[in-house]
Nanobody, 130 residues
Framework: QVRLLESGGGLGQAGGSLRLSCTAS????????MAWCRQAPGRKRELVAT???????KYAASVKGRFTISRDNTKNTTYLDMNQLTPEDSAVYYC????????????????????????WGQGTQVTVSS
């Protein structure tokens, strides 16, 4: 089993920045893709960003150019650097990982699905004030 622990959530200011971290622990053979999604009240849950073990990334259009996902494989940790924050970025952010290759791990970018990820963290709240 993989346990994911997110941190770094809290209150941010519009136009400001915030960094989220997610560290995986437990028993697992390998983590392929690591990702972030978010859930806001009244909004559909959306995948925000993904990074493969090889460093390939994919972003939602709503955050592309503002957010950056990265990972440190030696620490089993992924980071989401959020910049140019807006109140619309307020949500619970979840860390997701896959113990199997995802489409992005194969270099395919035309598909991006929640069901590619098998482990979820408990989430961390991000609130952006205007």
């Amino acid at each position: 089993q993989v346990r994911l622990l997110e941190s770094g959530g809290g209150l941010g200011q519009a136009g400001g920045s915030l960094r989220l971290s997610c560290t995986a622990s437990g028993t697992f053979e390998k983590i392929y893709a690591m990702a972030w999604c978010r859930q806001a009240p009244g909004r559909k849950r959306e995948l925000v960003a993904t990074v493969t073990s090889g460093g390939a990334t994919k972003y939602a259009a709503s955050v592309k150019g503002r957010f950056t996902i990265s990972r440190d494989n030696t620490k089993n940790t992924t980071y989401l650097d959020m910049n140019q924050l807006t109140p619309e970025d307020s949500a619970v952010y979840y860390c997701l990982t896959s113990k199997r290759p995802t489409a992005l791990d194969y270099g395919l970018t035309y598909t991006w699905e929640f069901d590619e990820y098998d482990t979820w963290g408990q989430g961390t709240q991000v609130t952006v004030s205007s």
